[in-house]
């Protein structure tokens, strides 16, 4: 190679060499105290746009595992009426019972008509419940989300509890009614409670398989973005030597054609 002075190529390629070292240096020190490996769009563009969108279903999913908690809660409010209901269409059977003993004088079945017509107003209480501004009975359905996309629901019923216990609202007394009347509406309010079963179950089942799924995207997530600490302390110690290296090696370049003035002398 010429020794020459305007143009020292040893000293430029050594230059190069330290700033790409110094570079990668940078991105391993970066990489390290974020914990992430894209710090930047130009570290993994492909990477980081399905980290975006994998970010966004594990949110979704996260609303969708509350909304799904929420149901439940619906449920577990809307069973605790239907209990509620069904004890005291256990205590009116009950009373309808004590109703019919000859033994009894009218003063007597006077007091069980004003306990069955309190009764009555807890009952017509229960079927007007709600659960944050929703109605718990009526007959309807709702529908719940249970997949991040939206693509999968399930219905939860709103039990018709005024149909079940009609008969036993409607009457005006205990003669009103047949010990059959208060047998059938505790049947219904028991139907109402295994439907309720049912659909509680199936919440929960889907809960957990929402759990599963966004585990797993965040698995896959991870292994899109979070930096391998091993690996990259292993590049950060090769980086580091290459700068001091590089460094050491750029003086002696640029050292180098002081032998140019020696020649001169």
């Known amino acids: 190679m010429p020794l020459t002075i305007g143009t020292n190529m040893s000293a430029t390629i050594a230059a190069s060499n330290l700033n790409h070292s110094n570079s ?15 710090t930047a769009p130009g570290d993994d563009a492909g990477g980081l746009a399905l980290s975006i969108k994998l970010n966004a279903s594990i ?17 577990q409010t809307q069973d ?3 209990k509620s209901a069904g004890d005291v269409l256990n205590r009116i059977s009950e ?12 003063a007597d079945i006077a007091n069980y008509n004003s306990e069955f017509t309190a009764l009555k107003a807890q009952l017509t209480s229960t079927v007007a419940g709600e659960f944050n501004g929703v109605d718990l009975f009526g ?4 529908t719940v989300s249970i997949s991040e996309d939206g693509a999968q629901s399930q219905t939860i019923t709103q039990s018709d509890l005024a149909t079940n216990v009609a008969t036993i609202t409607a009457a005006a007394n205990l003669a009103a009614i047949t ?24 919440l929960s089942f889907n809960a957990e398989m929402l759990s599963t799924n966004r585990t797993n995207l965040e698995a896959a997530n991870g292994r899109i973005v979070d930096t391998d600490i091993a690996s990259e302390s292993t590049r950060l110690a090769r980086n580091n ?19 140019v003035l020696r020649l001169l002398q």
């Open 24 to 38: 990668m240096l940078q991105k391993s020190l970066a990489r390290l105290s974020s914990g992430s490996k894209i």
């Open 59 to 75: 949110s979704r999913t996260d609303a969708t595992i509350t909304n799904v908690a929420n149901a439940g809660s619906f449920l």
């Open 80 to 82: 605790g009426s239907l």
């Open 95 to 106: 009373l309808k019972t004590l109703s019919t003993d000859v033994t009894k004088s009218a």
């Open 139 to 142: 007959g309807g359905t709702l």
């Open 179 to 202: 010990v059959t009347d208060a047998t059938t509406a505790i049947t219904n309010v028991a139907t109402s409670r295994a439907q309720n079963g049912t659909e509680s179950n199936r």
């Open 241 to 259: 030597i290459l700068v001091q290296s590089g460094s050491v090696m750029l003086a002696q370049a640029n050292a180098s054609t002081q032998a």
